[in-house]
């Protein structure tokens, strides 16, 4: 078979404008991830937490993490101003005037930060060298210090801005919440919701947690309630009266789901949690990824033409 | 045109020495930092994670590095052999570029002694742009060198050695075509995953078509803007005549780029952005500006052959793709937690290091190797 010249140019620059126009379907052929067999998660209820930060000192130890002193000169006192290379879990405070009702807009709110667990994480499509993982049977997004070479792609990926960077060492690592797995490798549950003392901290399958949030949520607020302390399989319950929640579970469905999920009484973006669409960032840019590539097929395609083109172009001249 | 030769003049200028003092104070710095961490000499931090070292070093300098690309493109996909003794030396700061651009990643690197890991089939996420942009810049780093090749060995007299390397030149001369497309395209691909994180003014499903538009575009406007500066400098005969032609065919690039990239914007509703005086806004405005001014300019048949709005045009374009892509990087990415970046004074001097040793290296080739067409005696 003869190719000309023009007609391989015409081919190539027509396949061109087809990927271009081809990108939003490719987009859409990326199927959403569905939650690992064995899935489990976190429940932070914001009209449950007080505040105290138990779980933030219960994370460290569990962690082996430094403490950190980012305001103030007590020594005695740890205060982490947010996530850090040192803090991996941490609760933050909404406020507005002078603070008169909790979990209402106009008064005051807190929420606990860590990593999203996401069904479709960035951070691990990003990773090119897969030191950041999404475990098949639990969900747990890990991190491998032995095959990070440190580039931070994860870090820009992100939609939550959750892993950190070891800015000031000579060999750094990226820090985030692993969800405890070696906790729950020995079939505990992750250190802060043991601590919770309220139970606004809940450990769980996701499935139930999904559930448990629902029924949360359809309570009638003020009236009493039991809710489930440390972990939804345990038997410690509370009795509290019900919030005034958002109708939104944070998580069920951002960026393609989450396995750590929110409730609150404040709406979530002023608890700075972003606003996000339904489908992953990961799943746009792999839709453009699949289509350029189609797996390594095109390229060597190109390559051979390119290859036939130069050989005749030499033929040419001799 | 005269056959490339060797300029055979003093290395060892001014200009050279300069270049030498800002090498070797980055040099004490980059001490610094690979015993103290990269946060201990640079502003980045974990809401910018990435700064010029990317944004500069390698996003925009391996787009200046286009020229080799570029060149051969045209000469040898289109068939355009006229412009045969462009290529030598666009593909002399090709090399140079993509190997600096190589050694900078490492520098930004944090377990840059795990860098290997890339290669290893059980580490390679296929799924990772990074990994695809990794593997195809290593790789076209070597093919740069192979390609480079026989130019050093004609220095050295290996005839043997380049009798044989023309034999199979060819394979990687198409490797050297097909490697940057993907990589270039790719940076562009990298930044969508961004997500809401990059302003609406650059975030758009046609990143990949814009990068490789701007990747071109840099490749053949660094190739007429280094063509008049060696005139100035090392006295080369003008290519003019060469120049012009290029110059023929930059504003149908070029047209097709700003329409995309305008209507990308426009058509998603977000072109207000533009025009609320945000430092976002001017840089989306400062950018365009300087790539439509070079489209004017160009566009009129009179002004290709003057190399006064020649040089002036082609700057605008190197400028104006340059801003784009440090846009797209840095000015257009904003993490939304409060967090700023502007590079450190010593991240600084590590980047102009950088160029300063790309500097000595053209000044010592251009002398010693046969790259520049010979200059007219007096």
Redesign the interface.
């Given at each position: 078979m003869k190719i000309e010249?023009r007609d391989f140019?015409k081919g190539a620059l027509g396949g061109?404008l087809l990927l271009?126009a081809d990108?939003?379907p490719a987009?859409a052929r990326h199927v959403a991830k569905e939650l690992p067999p064995n899935a489990v998660g976190i429940l932070y209820d914001a009209t449950l937490c007080i505040g105290c930060q138990v779980c933030v000192g219960a994370c460290k130890q569990a962690n082996n993490m430094p403490v950190e002193h980012t305001a103030g000169t007590d020594p005695l006192w740890e205060n982490p101003e947010?996530l850090?290379?040192k803090t991996l879990n941490i609760i933050k405070k909404y406020g507005s005037g002078d603070y008169p009702v909790k979990d209402t807009v106009a008064g005051y709110s807190f929420v606990k930060r860590h990593c999203m667990h996401c069904l479709d994480p960035?951070c691990v499509?990003?990773?090119?060298?897969?030191?950041l993982r999404k475990n098949s049977d639990n969900g747990v997004v890990t991190y491998d210090?032995?095959?990070?070479?440190?580039?931070?792609?994860c870090?820009?990926?992100c939609?939550f801005?959750i892993p950190?960077?070891?800015?000031?060492?000579?060999?750094?690592?990226i820090v985030k919440c692993q969800l405890c797995s070696h906790l729950l490798a020995k079939g505990g549950i992750s250190a802060c919701c043991a601590a919770c003392p309220t139970g606004a901290s809940l450990f769980g399958r996701v499935e139930d947690l999904r559930q448990e949030a629902k029924r949360r949520l359809a309570m009638t607020p003020g009236d009493s309630y039991d809710f489930p302390v440390a972990s939804l399989g345990s038997k410690e319950f509370q009795s509290h009266k019900a919030g005034h929640y958002i109708q939104q579970i944070y998580g069920e469905s951002e960026v393609g789901g989450t396995q750590y999920m929110l409730l609150a009484g404040v709406p979530f973006d002023k608890l700075?949690l972003?606003t996000?669409p339904d489908e992953s960032?990961?799943a746009?840019?792999?839709g453009?990824?699949y289509a350029?590539y189609k797996g390594m097929v095109y390229?060597l395609v190109?390559?051979g033409g390119?290859?036939y083109?130069?050989?005749k172009?030499?033929g040419?001249?001799h | 045109m005269t056959a490339p030769a060797p300029l055979n003049k003093t290395i060892y200028t001014w200009n050279f020495k300069a270049c030498a003092v800002i090498a070797g104070l980055a040099g004490l710095f980059l001490l610094w930092r690979f015993f103290f961490g990269i946060g201990s000499v640079s502003n980045m931090n974990d809401g910018y994670p990435w700064g010029i070292w990317i944004a500069y070093d390698v996003v925009v300098g391996t787009a200046l590095a286009c020229g080799g690309y570029a060149m051969a493109l045209l000469v040898y996909v289109f068939n355009k052999g006229e412009y045969h003794p462009l290529v030598r030396p666009a593909l002399m700061t090709s090399l140079f570029g993509y190997t600096l651009a190589g050694i900078s990643v490492m520098i930004d690197l944090g377990r840059y002694w795990q860098a290997y890991n890339i290669f290893l089939p059980w580490h390679s996420n296929l799924h990772s742009v990074m990994f695809e942009v990794a593997v195809c810049i290593g790789t076209y780093v070597m093919v740069l060198w192979v390609e480079f090749a026989p130019t050093i060995l004609e220095k050295y007299k290996a005839e043997q050695l380049r009798v044989r390397l023309n034999r199979v030149i060819f394979v990687f001369i198409a490797l050297g075509i097909l490697l940057p497309t993907m990589h270039q395209s790719s940076l562009g691909t990298m930044m969508l995953m961004a997500g809401y994180k990059l302003s609406p003014l650059w975030r758009t499903g046609f990143l990949p078509l814009l990068f490789l538009l701007t990747a071109l575009l840099m490749g053949y406007a660094i190739v007429m803007v280094e063509s008049f500066i060696c005139q100035a400098w090392f006295k080369t005969p003008s290519e003019m005549p060469l120049l012009s032609k290029i110059a023929e065919f930059i504003p149908w690039l070029l047209g097709v780029y700003l329409l995309i990239r305008l209507e990308s914007v426009n058509l998603a509703g977000n072109l207000a952005l533009a025009f609320n005086g945000s430092l976002q806004g001017n840089m989306f405005l400062l950018e365009n500006a300087l790539l439509i001014a070079a489209f004017v300019i160009l566009v009129q048949p009179k002004n290709r052959v003057r190399s006064k709005m020649l040089f002036l045009a082609s700057s605008a374009i190197v400028l104006g793709a340059a801003l784009y892509r440090i846009d797209t990087y840095i000015i257009g990415f904003d993490p939304g937690t409060g967090w700023r970046y502007f590079p450190s004074v010593p991240e600084l001097v590590i980047t102009l290091g950088v160029v300063a040793t790309e500097g000595m290296a053209y000044m010592w080739v251009v002398n010693k190797l046969a790259v520049l067409p010979k200059a007219e005696h007096a």
């Open positions: 010249r140019l061109g271009a990108a939003k987009a947010d850090s290379a960035a499509s990003a990773c090119p060298v897969s030191a210090k032995t095959a990070c070479i440190g580039c931070r792609y870090q820009v990926a939609p801005n950190k960077f070891e800015w000031l060492s000579a060999t750094p690592r700075g972003p996000l960032f990961v746009l840019a792999d453009i990824q350029i390229p190109v390559l390119l290859i083109m130069i050989r172009g030499e040419d001249k | -």
